[in-house]
């Protein structure tokens, strides 16, 4: 995209760019997603940037209207393999915050200053700033939705002083903590968080967040919820997961095995029905654009240890694929003679991630049917201080499940994560990964193939250059056509029954414990 045709999508408020660019206006000193709904600005006034921190860099702040630090994530970082797609992956999870930049450019393999020039020349902003925006947003999520005192809340969401909490909260929202707060009390906020007061109710743990933490997690365009739903109810270990209520108002929780401590997730399915209609951008024309303009999926998080807040959003948002962008998989996918019609039959359906890495990679390893993994749950699992519900257990670590009690291919995977010979991190190479995996006894490369699309989260596996392919799967897409959204076309694939035997989501209909 130029300009031009950026500045085309503002004009029309079109909402599946959210995320993808931001906007600023010179003559206010604010920055915008390109759905706010505010009116649209002269061109002449009119700047782009590739990322908010990129924005705040240049010394716009906030739109207290849209809220553009709360949208989806651009489907980018997902797809692309290179070095900045992968540390936008680790700074999304944490790793800056917790480890530094030079803790990131050693997982990365690269220098710190290599990484920050990447990420500069891409991002208008270095991995300094792109953690900064990431945390002061964690920060603005605690000021509306807990009463925590200000003081512990800066150092949750990451900030190393006070003061440095206060000047970025100033620059990047115009407001002092307390005034944020203020504002949120009694009211909805737009872009992400419900800033009513959150209910009181006990932790997992008994930590700080006892009343746990409401947030939306936002999404673009379509989303085919009934499908992910029923999908990982299918899967629901015992113990780690359940689904409660029937189908349209479910609600799937799950415990989480996070960096400070555990936490419970609780995410509702949305009422069925699009949340508003799509309007096509100039000169692309999208499939699903009749399946609404995106909306949120409503959460709530207990937490042992905020300092896990930002993580555990992120983990969800990789595990129901709430970054993707469905306009660019319809418009690749619709385009087959095949996956066309199952398409526009489903918009909008996702390629379910993962919350924990290990854990899915130990799922898909072990096979069998949920409750052969909740065997393991209970011989090897953490209990929790109290049971919530079905909740019983955090799923044991890959060290717990090395011993000579544990099925061997299970074992020697998890001995290969223990030592670090197999890295399924957010930012992991995901290439190394595979043909790590595939060398251990008892993967191979389908299996290794399949934790790759769904651990690692990567949307073009089902290629045929992407691991060993049956002779069909190969003659479905001889071309590529469907790069980089393999794993959406074996997904619809799979949902059609149109999938030969053999083929990825065979394994995991073979293998419903993942």
């Known amino acids: 995209m130029d300009d031009e045709t950026r500045y085309e999508a503002v004009s029309s408020r079109d909402a599946r760019f959210d995320g993808e660019f931001f906007f600023a206006v010179v003559t206010t000193g604010i920055y915008c997603r390109p759905s706010c709904p505010a009116v649209t600005p002269k061109r002449v006034n009119v700047r782009f940037f590739p990322s908010a921190a990129a924005a705040q860099a240049a010394g716009f702040r906030a739109c207290r209207r849209c809220r ?84 512990e809340l800066a150092f949750a969401a990451g900030f190393a002083s006070i003061r440095q909490f206060n000047d970025t909260m100033r620059e990047i929202y115009a407001g002092t903590p307390s005034e944020l707060r203020a504002a949120a009390v009694g009211g909805r906020g737009r872009g992400g968080v419900t800033t009513t007061r959150p209910r009181s109710r006990p932790a997992p743990g008994g930590g700080p967040a006892a009343g746990g933490i409401p947030l ?36 799937y929780r799950r415990t989480l095995r996070l960096t400070y401590g555990s936490g419970i997730a609780e995410v509702e399915e949305p009422p069925a029905g699009p949340r508003g209609r799509s309007r096509p951008p100039a000169g692309r024309v999208c499939p699903a654009a009749r399946g609404g303009d995106g909306g949120w999926l409503e959460c709530r998080l207990l937490l042992t240890d905020l300092r896990d807040l930002s993580t555990a959003v992120q983990r969800l948002r990789r595990l129901f694929d709430l970054d993707a962008d469905p306009y660019a998989v319809a418009e690749r996918l619709g385009a087959d003679p095949v996956l066309g019609p199952l398409v526009a039959e489903r918009p909008g359906l996702r390629s379910p991630g993962a919350a924990d890495p290990e854990e899915m990679a130990v799922r898909i390893v072990l096979g069998g049917p949920p409750e052969r993994a909740a065997e393991l749950v209970r011989a090897y699992g953490k209990p929790l201080d109290a ?49 790590a995996l595939a060398a251990l006894p008892g993967v191979g490369p389908r299996t290794a193939a399949y934790i790759r699309m769904r651990a690692l989260g990567d949307p073009d596996v089902g290629g045929p250059e992407a691991g060993e392919r049956t002779a069909a799967e190969r003659g479905a897409d001889p071309e590529g056509a469907w790069r980089p959204w393999g794993a959406y076309a074996l997904h619809h694939l799979w949902r059609a029954g149109l999938l030969p035997p053999g083929g990825l989501p065979a394994l995991a209909a073979a293998a419903p414990a993942a």
């Open 387 to 435: 049971a919530d519900g079905g909740l019983t257990h955090l799923f044991p670590a890959p060290a717990e499940l090395t011993g000579a009690d544990v099925p061997e291919p299970v074992r020697a995977l998890c001995t290969a994560l223990a030592d670090g010979t197999v890295r399924l991190d957010a930012g992991a190479d995901r290439a190394a990964a595979e043909r």
């Open 216 to 251: 939306r997690l936002a999404y673009r365009g379509p989303y085919a919820a009934v499908e992910i739903f029923d999908f990982l109810a299918e899967r629901a270990v015992p113990g780690v997961e359940e689904v409660r209520g029937e189908r349209g108002p479910r609600t």
């Open 68 to 151: 553009p630090d709360a949208v989806p994530g651009s489907a980018e970082w997902n797809v692309r393999a290179d070095l900045v797609g992968r540390a936008m992956r680790f700074i999304g999870d944490g790793v800056v915050d917790r480890e530094g930049v030079a803790g990131l450019a050693q997982r990365l393999g690269y220098s710190a200053r290599q990484v920050q020039r990447q990420l500069t020349a891409e991002l208008g902003a270095g991995p300094v700033a792109l953690a900064r925006a990431r945390r002061a947003h964690t920060a603005r999520v605690l000021l509306q939705t807990t009463a925590l005192p200000v003081t």
